[in-house]
């Protein structure tokens, strides 16, 4: 079946540690890809998109995504994380057909130690 | 950014009963909007697709008699749940495209969390 694929549902890290979640996803085509952070009680923010151009995409809070088409992967980065970082990042795809729907990957809740 | 809104934000209801939730798009006009489920702990489960002037799609496994979707005008989205049972107890999204089409972002409002007791 056609899904996005966040690999690491639980990470834990250290403040200042450096931080890489991976998204996958198996729709063939063109898609629009998106990273999205839930903090506790909270709704959801858009971090980051991609529609085209550059597969560098820098978001909010020092948040970067690469986009790499042939490894149908848009992974999302963070070189130094703080404990205000905490949340739960959900990676999510809109395909170019079928009303454009965005369909979310499973997530992925990130702790950081202080 | 566009602002979509929720209404209402929490919603306590008796076994049984409806509750409808609705979602406005504030400031821009949205010809689809998206409503999605998300449980405790768990991802976003995307329920139906919903269309102005037209009948909702659903996804594969969504009871249509149980989630009424009702999209009558370009800024309001409702839905409906009837016969609330507390296995509905979740929480609720909707989202709203901004016209364009493909290549623009959906916007998500708030949430409203339904507690069916």
């Known amino acids: 079946a056609q899904s996005v694929s966040q690999h690491n549902h639980h990470v834990i890290l250290s403040e200042a540690a450096s931080l890489e979640l991976g998204c996958n996803y198996s729709?063939?085509?063109?898609?629009?890809l998106f990273w999205y952070v839930q903090y506790p009680g909270q709704h959801l923010q858009l971090l980051l998109k991609?529609?085209?151009?550059?597969?560098l995409v820098k978001g909010i809070k020092g948040f970067e995504a690469e986009f790499i088409k042939s490894k149908f992967s848009f992974n999302l980065r963070k070189p130094s994380v703080q404990w205000s970082d905490t949340a739960e990042y959900f990676c999510?795809?809109?395909?170019?057909?079928?009303?454009?729907?965005?369909?979310f990957g499973a997530g992925t809740r990130l702790f950081v130690k202080a | 950014g566009a602002v979509v809104s929720q209404h209402p934000s929490r919603v306590i209801c008796k076994s049984g009963t409806s509750v409808k939730i609705e979602c406005r798009s504030l400031?821009?006009?949205?010809?689809?909007m998206f409503w999605y489920r998300q449980f405790p702990k768990k991802s976003l489960m995307l329920m139906a697709t919903?269309?102005?002037?037209?009948?909702?799609?659903?996804e594969q496994g969504v009871e249509k008699d149980k989630f009424l979707i009702n999209h009558a005008s370009l800024t309001l989205s409702t839905l409906t749940v009837t016969s609330a049972h507390p296995e509905d107890s979740s929480f609720y999204i909707c989202?709203?495209?901004?016209?364009?089409?493909?290549?623009?972002?959906?916007?998500f409002g708030q949430g409203t969390r339904l507690t069916v007791v």
């Open positions: 989202s709203a495209r901004v016209p364009g089409g493909f290549g623009t972002e959906a916007f």
């Open positions: 729709y063939g085509g063109t898609v629009n």
């Open positions: 991609y529609f085209s151009g550059d597969p």
């Open positions: 999510a795809v809109t395909r170019n057909t079928g009303g454009f729907k965005t369909i």
């Open positions: 400031d821009f006009q949205a010809t689809t």
């Open positions: 919903s269309n102005e002037g037209s009948k909702a799609t659903y």
